[in-house]
């Protein structure tokens, strides 16, 4: 099946800086990918839908300028914290269609992020 | 707005059935889909329903009624590794994002 690979896995960061999480779509093409964040026993909140080679598209409620996504190719999708903030501490996944008929969402294997 | 309404918590037996209701209200309609995900890992695809009706693979089962607004999962024979989070999705665009519920803790005990 389709693979999404997902860097770091974990990350711990002083507040205040910068971190960039990698989203790779390993065997396959992925046109747009999707950014979630999910809080300890809670639920998928998709954040933005990453488009390759255009903005992407943000939900509401999420800054677009704390959290900078980039896809710059059709494999390859980045979300940046900026000057991450302790409230930013999370679990980030990302993931992507394998085709754009399918309706199968296939997950990186996300990223904690713990901000002190 | 929108919103998925699933059970928080769900405990059974090994080799018991349990059924997970998914009840939707959301802007559009192409599909519901349903997501297991264990503790820290990642979220893996289970099924996906578009018309009404159920859709059976191996173990797992899912039902669509579009007209009720309301799908289940249903878990068979349950296992112990079947302990999981188990969430419902909706693709309420034709861009394929999707909107998951809350996420139901299944607990399958010995």
């Known amino acids: 099946g389709a693979v999404v690979s997902q860097h770091p896995s974990w990350v711990i960061c002083k507040s205040g800086t910068s971190v960039k999480i990698e989203c790779r779509s390993l065997d396959f093409q992925a046109t747009t990918m999707f950014w979630y964040r999910q809080f300890p026993k809670q639920s998928l909140m998709l954040m933005a839908t990453?488009?390759?080679?255009?903005?992407?598209?943000?939900e509401q409620g999420v800054e677009k300028d704390k959290f900078l996504i980039n896809h710059a190719s059709l494999t390859l999708s980045t979300l940046t914290v900026t000057s991450a903030h302790p409230e930013d501490s999370s679990f980030y996944i990302c993931?992507?269609?394998?085709?754009?008929?399918?309706?199968?969402?296939?997950f990186g294997s996300g990223t904690q992020l713990s901000v002190l | 707005g929108q919103s998925l309404e699933q059970p928080s918590e769900v405990t059974a037996v090994e080799g018991a059935i349990v059924q997970i209701n998914c009840t939707y209200q959301t802007s559009g309609f192409y599909g519901l889909s349903w997501y297991q995900q264990h503790d820290g890992g990642a979220p893996t695809f289970l099924s996906y329903?578009?018309?009404?009706g159920l859709e059976e693979t191996g173990r797992f089962s899912s039902f669509l009624s579009r007209s009720d607004s309301y799908g289940y999962l249903l878990l068979q024979e349950l296992q112990m590794k079947d302990s999981a989070s188990y969430f419902c999705a909706v693709r309420d665009n034709s861009w394929g994002k999707l909107q998951f519920g809350a996420g139901t803790q299944v607990v399958v005990t010995p």
């Open positions: 990453s488009n390759e080679g255009s903005k992407a598209t943000y």
């Open positions: 993931s992507a269609r394998a085709g754009q008929g399918s309706e199968k969402l296939f």
């Open positions: 329903n578009a018309l009404d």
